[in-house]
């Protein structure tokens, strides 16, 4: 900590240490600069960056597709892998497929979109309700957060 010093000054110390003067804080009414090597100051910045990139976790989305005339042990091999991938930190789209004349019945569709989200409800809450689009009905999950 040097203190107030005329840029002049602060120019001539940073030449007699062959290092350079770094501007850090830019404001206009107090700015800060350090004497420092601007070189190792680039490499340390890009450095932070690739440590932050690497520690930021990223969200998959798994799909998971049913019909509406699942049986009920395909139903439950369909919320096994869901719980597994809330397990892992994944979001689940679940996905319901009408065909034919299925469409009349989309109020069925609710109805197992209901017993899915309620069938893994201790790892995953409903992120987006369960909604008709076209021949499909789609909702979201995800993990519960501790």
């Given amino acids: 900590m040097i203190g107030v010093v005329p840029i002049e000054e602060a120019q001539r110390r940073a030449h007699e240490a062959n290092l350079d003067l770094v501007l850090i804080s830019p404001s206009p009414d107090n700015p800060v600069c350090k004497i420092m090597d601007y070189g190792k100051f680039i490499f340390e ?76 409800s201790d790892l995953g809450t409903v992120d987006r309700q369960a909604r008709a689009e076209g021949r499909n009905m789609i909702m979201f999950l995800s993990p519960i957060k501790d």
């Avoid at 699942?70 to 369909?78: A, I, L, N, Q, S």
């Avoid at 996905?95 to 069938?119: C, K, S």
Wanted: hydrophobic share 35%.
């Fill in 45 to 120: 910045q890009e450095k932070k960056k690739r440590e932050a990139k690497r520690n930021q976790k990223t969200v998959n989305v798994k799909e998971v597709q049913l019909k509406l005339t699942t049986e009920e042990h395909d139903f439950d091999v369909k919320v096994r892998n869901a719980r597994r991938f809330l397990e892992a930190g994944d979001r689940v789209k679940v996905v319901i497929r009408f065909r034919g004349r299925e469409m009349a019945h989309t109020d069925q569709g609710y109805g197992v979109m209901e017993d899915f989200a309620e069938a893994v």
